[in-house]
């Protein structure tokens, strides 16, 4: 059975960085939803997550229209922890992506 842990649950503006402790060593996926929206129609807006300062993935949306708040396509991404302190990282992926306190995010870790 997966162990999870919930590290960022939390309402925007971007960028949001949290500590965590790995509960486990080795492979894990990190799950990441959340929402954005851009001024600009026609753009890819979304999110970016890193660990420890490298960038694992984004999730994103194209955005036809402008000044609607959308969900990004949720992603799981695979990482192996080393045991210890970790900074959780989350940023607008372009600089169409806009974010405020009504979008929301999650970073979920499975072990």
């Not at 649950?9 to 929206?37: C, E, N």
């Amino acid at each position: 059975m997966a162990t999870a842990q919930t590290v960022i649950q939390k309402s925007g503006p971007l960028p949001i960085t949290a500590s965590m402790q790995a509960l486990g060593t080795g492979p894990a996926l990190v799950m990441l939803a959340g929402s954005v929206w851009t001024n600009q129609a026609s753009s890819r807006i979304g999110v970016t997550v890193s660990v420890d300062g490298t960038a694992l993935g984004s999730a994103w949306i194209y955005a036809n229209q402008a000044s609607v708040h959308m969900a990004v396509v949720p992603v799981v991404l695979p990482y192996t922890f080393k045991s210890g302190a970790h900074e959780i990282s989350l940023k607008a992926l372009s600089g169409a992506t806009l974010s405020d306190q009504n979008d929301s995010y999650t970073v979920t870790i499975l072990y």
